[in-house]
Protein backbone atom coordinates (compact mmCIF):
# COMPACT_ATOMS: atom_id res chain seq x y z
CA UNK A 1 0.00 0.00 0.00
CA UNK A 2 1.42 3.17 -1.41
CA UNK A 3 0.46 6.11 1.76
CA UNK A 4 2.75 8.83 -0.57
CA UNK A 5 0.48 10.30 -2.37
CA UNK A 6 -2.21 10.77 1.05
CA UNK A 7 0.03 12.06 2.79
CA UNK A 8 0.81 14.47 -0.12
CA UNK A 9 -2.82 15.17 -0.38
CA UNK A 10 -2.53 15.66 3.79
CA UNK A 11 0.59 18.43 3.26
CA UNK A 12 -1.27 19.91 0.27
CA UNK A 13 -4.47 20.86 2.38
CA UNK A 14 -2.85 21.56 5.21
CA UNK A 15 -0.94 24.26 3.32
CA UNK A 16 -3.64 25.88 1.42
CA UNK A 17 -5.80 25.81 4.51
CA UNK A 18 -3.60 28.04 6.16
CA UNK A 19 -2.93 30.09 3.04
CA UNK A 20 -7.10 31.04 3.15
CA UNK A 21 -7.23 34.83 3.86
CA UNK A 22 -8.35 36.08 7.42
CA UNK A 23 -10.81 38.50 8.03
CA UNK A 24 -9.55 40.76 10.25
CA UNK A 25 -11.96 41.99 12.96
CA UNK A 26 -11.98 45.91 13.45
CA UNK A 27 -13.66 47.10 16.30
CA UNK A 28 -15.51 50.07 16.36
CA UNK A 29 -14.34 52.19 19.01
CA UNK A 30 -17.21 52.88 22.01
CA UNK A 31 -18.35 56.72 21.30
CA UNK A 32 -16.11 59.60 22.21
CA UNK A 33 -17.32 61.42 25.40
CA UNK A 34 -18.96 64.24 24.85
CA UNK A 35 -16.18 66.37 27.51
CA UNK A 36 -14.84 65.90 30.57
CA UNK A 37 -15.82 66.08 33.78
CA UNK A 38 -19.20 68.65 33.35
CA UNK A 39 -17.21 70.70 30.78
CA UNK A 40 -18.60 70.11 27.23
CA UNK A 41 -16.89 70.10 24.23
CA UNK A 42 -18.23 73.46 22.12
CA UNK A 43 -18.97 75.20 25.62
CA UNK A 44 -18.09 78.95 25.70
CA UNK A 45 -15.61 80.06 28.22
CA UNK A 46 -18.09 81.37 30.78
CA UNK A 47 -19.83 77.70 30.98
CA UNK A 48 -16.83 75.76 30.98
CA UNK A 49 -15.61 78.10 34.63
CA UNK A 50 -19.45 77.37 35.79
CA UNK A 51 -18.47 73.21 34.83
CA UNK A 52 -15.06 73.69 36.68
CA UNK A 53 -16.80 74.91 39.85
CA UNK A 54 -19.53 72.71 39.28
CA UNK A 55 -16.83 69.77 39.96
CA UNK A 56 -15.44 71.10 42.80
CA UNK A 57 -12.47 72.27 40.82
CA UNK A 58 -10.72 76.02 40.94
CA UNK A 59 -9.40 77.79 38.25
CA UNK A 60 -6.68 79.65 39.01
CA UNK A 61 -5.34 81.16 35.94
CA UNK A 62 -7.52 82.92 32.32
CA UNK A 63 -5.24 83.00 29.49
CA UNK A 64 -8.56 82.54 27.48
CA UNK A 65 -7.79 86.13 25.29
CA UNK A 66 -4.29 85.20 24.45
CA UNK A 67 -2.62 82.36 22.97
CA UNK A 68 -3.06 79.50 23.74
CA UNK A 69 -6.17 80.70 24.63
CA UNK A 70 -6.35 78.46 28.18
CA UNK A 71 -8.11 78.29 31.00
CA UNK A 72 -6.16 76.38 33.86
CA UNK A 73 -8.17 74.45 36.76
CA UNK A 74 -7.06 72.62 40.17
CA UNK A 75 -8.66 69.82 41.41
CA UNK A 76 -9.12 66.10 41.32
CA UNK A 77 -9.97 63.46 37.92
CA UNK A 78 -9.90 60.21 38.40
CA UNK A 79 -10.04 60.60 42.35
CA UNK A 80 -6.68 62.00 41.94
CA UNK A 81 -4.90 65.49 42.19
CA UNK A 82 -4.68 66.93 38.77
CA UNK A 83 -4.47 70.37 36.83
CA UNK A 84 -6.87 70.65 34.29
CA UNK A 85 -5.85 72.84 31.11
CA UNK A 86 -9.03 73.42 28.89
CA UNK A 87 -7.99 74.92 25.43
CA UNK A 88 -10.54 77.12 23.69
CA UNK A 89 -10.65 77.94 19.78
CA UNK A 90 -9.60 81.69 19.42
CA UNK A 91 -12.67 83.65 17.42
CA UNK A 92 -15.41 81.55 18.56
CA UNK A 93 -14.11 80.52 22.27
CA UNK A 94 -15.49 76.88 22.23
CA UNK A 95 -13.65 74.20 24.15
CA UNK A 96 -11.93 72.22 21.95
CA UNK A 97 -8.98 70.48 23.67
CA UNK A 98 -8.71 69.30 27.43
CA UNK A 99 -5.52 68.04 29.67
CA UNK A 100 -5.22 66.56 32.90
CA UNK A 101 -1.61 66.57 34.30
CA UNK A 102 -0.71 64.32 37.36
CA UNK A 103 1.89 65.43 38.60
CA UNK A 104 3.34 61.16 39.88
CA UNK A 105 4.57 59.18 36.93
CA UNK A 106 3.50 56.05 39.03
CA UNK A 107 -0.77 57.44 37.36
CA UNK A 108 0.25 56.07 34.26
CA UNK A 109 -0.69 52.41 34.98
CA UNK A 110 -3.85 53.65 36.41
CA UNK A 111 -4.97 56.02 33.64
CA UNK A 112 -3.80 53.66 31.02
CA UNK A 113 -6.14 50.60 32.96
CA UNK A 114 -9.15 53.79 33.04
CA UNK A 115 -9.12 54.24 29.07
CA UNK A 116 -8.67 50.92 28.22
CA UNK A 117 -11.75 50.18 30.18
CA UNK A 118 -13.29 52.79 28.85
CA UNK A 119 -12.36 53.02 25.17
CA UNK A 120 -10.35 49.35 24.81
CA UNK A 121 -7.00 48.92 23.61
CA UNK A 122 -5.05 51.92 22.27
CA UNK A 123 -5.27 52.75 18.79
CA UNK A 124 -1.40 53.02 18.85
CA UNK A 125 0.83 52.43 21.45
CA UNK A 126 4.71 52.74 22.64
CA UNK A 127 6.62 52.68 25.78
CA UNK A 128 4.97 55.61 27.68
CA UNK A 129 2.00 57.12 25.26
CA UNK A 130 -1.13 55.38 24.16
CA UNK A 131 -3.19 56.84 21.60
CA UNK A 132 -7.19 56.09 20.61
CA UNK A 133 -8.35 58.49 17.64
CA UNK A 134 -11.73 58.09 16.35
CA UNK A 135 -13.04 58.56 13.00
CA UNK A 136 -14.25 61.89 13.21
CA UNK A 137 -10.53 63.16 14.14
CA UNK A 138 -11.32 63.02 17.74
CA UNK A 139 -8.30 61.95 19.76
CA UNK A 140 -7.02 60.74 23.27
CA UNK A 141 -2.86 60.79 24.18
CA UNK A 142 -1.52 59.71 27.06
CA UNK A 143 1.75 60.14 28.03
CA UNK A 144 4.28 60.15 30.75
CA UNK A 145 7.69 61.43 31.26
CA UNK A 146 9.58 61.20 34.54
CA UNK A 147 7.60 63.34 37.04
CA UNK A 148 3.95 63.26 35.47
CA UNK A 149 1.52 61.91 33.13
CA UNK A 150 -0.43 63.46 31.10
CA UNK A 151 -4.11 62.68 29.15
CA UNK A 152 -5.01 64.77 26.31
CA UNK A 153 -8.12 64.65 25.20
CA UNK A 154 -9.46 66.53 22.10
CA UNK A 155 -13.05 66.77 20.10
CA UNK A 156 -12.28 66.18 16.46
CA UNK A 157 -14.98 68.35 15.43
CA UNK A 158 -13.72 71.47 17.00
CA UNK A 159 -10.19 71.11 16.69
CA UNK A 160 -11.03 71.36 13.06
CA UNK A 161 -12.91 74.25 14.17
CA UNK A 162 -9.49 75.57 16.30
CA UNK A 163 -7.43 74.91 13.23
CA UNK A 164 -10.15 77.37 10.70
CA UNK A 165 -9.76 79.59 13.16
CA UNK A 166 -5.82 80.18 12.80
CA UNK A 167 -5.37 78.15 16.49
CA UNK A 168 -3.06 75.65 14.81
CA UNK A 169 -3.18 72.28 14.98
CA UNK A 170 -3.04 70.89 18.82
CA UNK A 171 -3.43 74.62 19.83
CA UNK A 172 0.28 75.09 20.94
Not at 43 to 55: F, H, L, T, W, Y
Not at 61 to 73: E, G, H, M
Not at 145 to 171: A, I, R, T, W, Y
Amino acid sequence: MNVKPAIVLFFLFVVLAGCAAQEKVIATPPPFPEGVLSARWGMPVERVKQAIEGDGNRSFQDDTRKPPFALYATGTYMKVPATLSYFFTPKSGKLYRVDVTFGDAKMYESARGYLVREFNEPTFSRVGTDHWSWPDSSLIILQKDPSLVQVSCSSGPFLKLNHEEGGGGMGK
